[in-house]
């Protein structure tokens, strides 16, 4: 069994920076695509960001230019920095990623992350 365990969330006051950590563990024989989605009350879980395994990155348009998602493959871990913070960032953020867990099968299936509390003050 794969888990995600994402760490660094916190508070922060607007303009500030915070980076996130997710990192994958278990029976791991492979992983595509990580990335990271928050969801604020009251509202959908959106895309913030994604990254292939050769690197390849995917913003949501509201976080391009401020946040960076990256990825340490021998690690197994998804990072997101995150500057020029502002309220409206304010939300839980979960990690996510494409895993192989069985060495006799391509299956690749999605996992989540627990979720991380980001908090950002005016």
């Known amino acids: 069994q794969v888990q995600l365990v994402e760490s660094g969330g916190g508070l922060v006051q607007a303009g500030g920076s915070l980076r996130l950590s997710c990192a994958a563990s278990?029976?791991?024989?492979?992983?595509?695509?990580m990335g990271w989605y928050r969801q604020a009350p009251g509202k959908q879980r959106e895309l913030v960001a994604t990254?292939?395994?050769?690197?390849?990155?995917n913003y949501a348009y509201s976080v391009k230019g401020r946040f960076t998602i990256s990825r340490d493959n021998a690690k197994n871990t998804v990072y997101v920095q995150m500057d020029s913070l502002k309220p409206e960032d304010t939300a839980v953020y979960y990690c996510?990623?494409?895993?192989?867990?069985?060495?006799?099968?391509?299956?690749?299936?999605?996992?989540w992350g627990q979720g991380t509390q980001v908090t950002v003050s005016s």
């Open positions: 996510n990623a494409e895993v192989r867990s069985n060495p006799l099968s391509w299956h690749y299936y999605t996992i």
């Open positions: 278990g029976n791991i024989f492979g992983i595509n695509d």
């Open positions: 990254v292939s395994p050769d690197g390849m990155t």
